[in-house]
């Protein structure tokens, strides 16, 4: 693992690339779960025309390198790949979450960094070049797993394929950063208006899936508590706010961050008010 390196600062970066970057009338709006200064400075404003749910929960990776790594030094890679560890807390119960979110929403993805030092990953950072250097992993094509031990998924530089291990188990298909224009875009037959409507779709969604979870995961004899954020208000509240609260429901129980991808907003007309 990168030595001065979090998973928060991988996420940010990866986000902030998603705000500024234009892949030709293609744009990407974060929806983090504080957003009260955006809001402020009218961020709903920002949102796609039209567009569609994502969903990424952000991992840091180790690059091996040496001869005596275990996947080197087992013939399974010729060279030095990378390697993000799955949590094996509560018998892998974070990466069953995310599986059940990817059932009903494939666009669910670990994402996971392409560094090999800090230096490397500053570099890339101000020269915006985060976002091609990460990995992206869809969890709809990873495997369950209902044990305690530690597993992890495994892929090299230049290399689509990646495997998931304790078993071994080798899929053909992951994405880089450069792949995201294309990725979106694969996605535009079902793009919908980013309205209130599309906010109460994915509100309702998120709040069924968390209910799911709660309950598959309370044990025998165990009173159903209601988490605080499954609040059967909050389907009341604006566009705005419904996307902030669902933002927390995801950020909270599944940890995974929403993004909205899709056409952009008209452009403002250059006057007094906006120069």
């Known amino acids: 693992m990168i030595v001065g390196l979090s998973e928060f600062m991988f996420g940010y970066a990866f986000l902030y690339e998603q705000t500024h970057n234009n892949w030709g009338n293609l744009v990407g709006a974060p929806v983090l779960p504080s957003l009260q200064q955006e809001y402020d400075e009218g961020w709903d404003a920002h ?3 039209n567009g569609i ?3 990424y929960q952000f991992k840091l990776s180790d690059y091996l390198y040496r001869g005596n790594a275990n996947y080197i030094k087992d013939r399974t890679y010729p060279g030095p790949y990378y390697r993000l560890a799955l949590h094996k807390n509560h018998n892998n119960s974070q990466h069953q979450r995310l599986r059940t979110l990817a059932q ?3 666009n669910t993805y ?5 560094f090999t030092d800090l230096g490397t990953f500053n570099s890339a950072f101000l020269q915006r070049q985060i976002t091609q250097r990460s990995r992206l992993i869809p969890i709809d094509q990873c495997d369950d797993i209902l044990d305690g ?3 992890h998924i495994t892929y090299r530089h230049g290399n689509s394929g990646w495997i998931q291990h304790s078993e ?10 450069e792949d995201l224009p294309n990725l979106y875009r694969s996605t535009a037959q079902n793009w919908k208006e980013i309205n209130r409507d599309f906010a109460v779709e994915v509100f309702d969604k998120t709040n069924d899936l968390v209910n799911r979870i709660v309950e598959s995961e309370r044990r025998e004899n ?3 508590v209601r988490p605080r954020l499954l609040d059967d208000g909050a389907r009341n509240q604006d566009r705005r706010q419904l996307l902030q609260h669902t933002s927390e429901l995801l950020s909270v129980v599944l940890g995974v961050t929403l993004v909205i991808v899709g056409t952009p907003p008209p452009a403002q007309p250059i006057g007094p008010n906006n120069p």
Not at 110 to 114: F, K, L, N
Not at 168 to 177: A, C, L, M, N
């Open 47 to 49: 949102l796609p025309v």
């Open 53 to 55: 749910d994502y969903y």
């Open 104 to 106: 009903t929403n494939p």
């Open 110 to 114: 670990y994402v996971s960094p392409e």
């Open 149 to 151: 031990s530690q597993h």
């Open 168 to 177: 071994k188990k080798v899929h053909e298909t992951s994405f880089t950063g």
């Open 222 to 224: 165990e009173d159903f």
